[in-house]
């Protein structure tokens, strides 16, 4: 094709009798097909030369059109930190209901392609070492209520002085049911957070702490501490976590670093405890009702209302990954769990224990809710009298 796209140049703008007057006869010479020559003749006439042309159709239907990938790069800008490729497409949801994206033919594009989107346009940092979220065990309960999960964190103040702020999360929802600033991580920071959130949401079945002084009486010589009364005199039993039990703090943990993201981006630091308050109010408000949350694609409030069922005081919790029960120890200081015999020693004989049991993973737990011990059982060959590695 290259001799005739040649021939037929110097022919057309040249004026040289290059196919000596018979322009069918060259073309049969060199074998080449007279609509083949016919259309290289027509183009060369009327564009000067031979181009060749692309063979992409003029309509794909799964091309992201340019006003929906401006709309990709809106919500980026918008969402700030919260911005990646899920949080991006739930909102994009409402951006397609608002300017009817269905009467246009257009869709709201998948996660791989939002990311594509955003590389193309160079607006992120790839993380190759980055640990993906789908190796991730989560654990959590079933239903609201089954289970709260408070913690503190410390928060500076404009002025440089510090603040404490309590969080109370549902472990099932991820429903932050109370925040409460206080000075220090104190016993009655704790009530009065522990005390607002079964006010607003109900008394849960299970609340779980950490081993911090304001939770534990580990200071004191013997007695109840004053937290752990205010929970189990409204029925709700106590548990404080160990580094062997499946049910730990991460979710509120994890849920502190959020909130002090989007403290941060706020025009405005507070500069009391009243204004830290009023911005913790307003961040409940924010978190449960309007941002999505990764575990449900839904505000955490929506997920709680979604669910047909709640926990409460009167039954033990529904946990998707462990069992919860409770087992009164023998007057010789013993349990039995799934057929084997654990001796939890005389000092517990005839009280009431809460056992948390992980796939072949015991833990067991004191009525003040301390850890007691963990146990590991060989199902292949059970051991009765195994006794408890203590917490």
């Given at each position: 094709?290259?001799?005739?796209?040649?021939?037929?140049?110097?022919?057309?703008?040249?004026?040289?009798?290059a196919f000596?007057?018979?322009?069918?006869?060259w073309?049969?010479?060199?074998n080449?097909?007279?609509?083949?020559?016919?259309?290289?003749?027509?183009?060369?006439?009327?564009?000067?030369?031979?181009q060749?042309?692309?063979?992409?159709?003029?309509?794909?239907?799964?091309?992201?059109p340019?006003?929906?990938?401006?709309a990709?790069?809106d919500?980026?800008?918008?969402?700030?930190?919260?911005?990646?490729?899920?949080?991006?497409?739930y909102?994009?949801?409402r951006?397609?209901?608002?300017?009817?994206?269905?009467?246009?033919?257009w869709r709201i594009?998948?996660?791989?392609t939002?990311?594509?989107?955003?590389?193309?346009?160079n607006v992120?940092?790839?993380?190759?070492?980055?640990?993906?979220?789908?190796?991730?065990?989560?654990?959590?309960?079933?239903?609201?209520?089954?289970?709260?999960?408070?913690?503190?964190?410390?928060?500076?103040?404009?002025?440089?002085?510090?603040?404490?702020?309590?969080?109370v999360l549902?472990?099932?929802?991820r429903?932050?049911?109370?925040?409460?600033?206080t000075?220090?991580?104190?016993?009655?920071?704790?009530?009065?957070?522990?005390?607002?959130a079964?006010?607003d949401?109900g008394?849960?079945a299970?609340?779980?702490?950490?081993?911090?002084?304001a939770?534990?009486?580990r200071?004191?010589?013997?007695?109840?501490?004053?937290?752990?009364?205010?929970c189990?005199?409204?029925?709700?039993?106590l548990i404080?976590s160990?580094p062997?039990?499946?049910?730990?703090?991460?979710?509120?943990?994890?849920?502190?670093?959020t909130?002090?993201?989007w403290?941060?981006?706020?025009?405005?630091?507070?500069?009391?405890r009243?204004?830290?308050?009023d911005?913790?109010d307003?961040?409940?408000?924010?978190?449960?009702?309007e941002?999505?949350?990764?575990a449900?694609?839904?505000?955490?409030?929506?997920?709680?209302?979604?669910?047909?069922?709640?926990?409460?005081?009167?039954?033990?919790p529904?946990?998707?990954?462990?069992?919860?029960?409770?087992l009164l120890?023998?007057?010789?200081?013993?349990?039995?769990?799934?057929?084997i015999?654990?001796?939890?020693?005389?000092?517990?004989a005839?009280?009431r224990?809460?056992?948390?049991?992980?796939g072949?993973?015991?833990?067991?737990?004191?009525?003040?809710?301390?850890?007691?011990?963990?146990?590991?059982?060989?199902t292949?060959?059970?051991?009765?009298?195994?006794?408890?590695?203590?917490?």
């Open positions: 094709m290259k001799l005739l796209d040649a021939t037929l140049i110097a022919s057309i703008h040249h004026d040289v009798d000596d007057g018979d322009f069918k006869r073309c049969a010479l060199n080449i097909p007279r609509s083949t020559a016919y259309r290289h003749k027509k183009r060369i006439t009327e564009e000067g030369a031979w060749a042309r692309s063979h992409r159709p003029e309509h794909c239907p799964h091309h992201t340019p006003e929906v990938e401006k990709v790069l919500q980026r800008r918008k969402l700030r930190r919260d911005n990646g490729a899920d949080n991006i497409a909102h994009l949801d951006v397609a209901t608002e300017q009817h994206w269905s009467e246009k033919g594009p998948s996660r791989a939002i990311n594509k989107i955003l590389s193309r346009n992120v940092e790839a993380q190759p070492q980055k640990r993906p979220k789908s190796s991730y065990r989560r654990f959590a309960y079933a239903r609201p209520r089954d289970c709260y999960q408070i913690d503190a964190t410390e928060v500076s103040l404009l002025g440089g002085e510090k603040a404490t702020v309590f969080e549902d472990d099932c929802t429903v932050l049911v109370a925040t409460h600033v000075d220090a991580e104190t016993s009655i920071g704790a009530i009065t957070a522990i005390r607002a079964f006010t949401y008394v849960p299970i609340v779980l702490s950490d081993n911090g002084p939770f534990t009486s200071f004191l010589k013997g007695g109840t501490s004053q937290f752990t009364r205010a189990t005199g409204h029925r709700a039993r404080h160990s062997y039990h499946p049910q730990t703090c991460g979710k509120v943990e994890r849920h502190h670093r909130f002090k993201e403290l941060a981006d706020q025009p405005t630091a507070p500069r009391t009243r204004q830290l308050q911005l913790c307003q961040y409940q408000q924010y978190y449960n009702t941002r999505r949350h990764s449900w694609n839904k505000p955490p409030l929506q997920a709680w209302k979604d669910k047909p069922l709640h926990g409460g005081p009167s039954e033990l529904i946990q998707q990954d462990a069992t919860v029960r409770t120890a023998s007057s010789s200081g013993r349990i039995t769990i799934t057929g015999t654990i001796t939890v020693g005389a000092l517990y005839r009280q224990l809460t056992i948390v049991t992980d072949d993973h015991v833990t067991v737990y004191k009525p003040n809710g301390q850890p007691l011990g963990h146990l590991h059982i060989d292949a060959t059970p051991k009765s009298g195994s006794r408890l590695i203590a917490a």
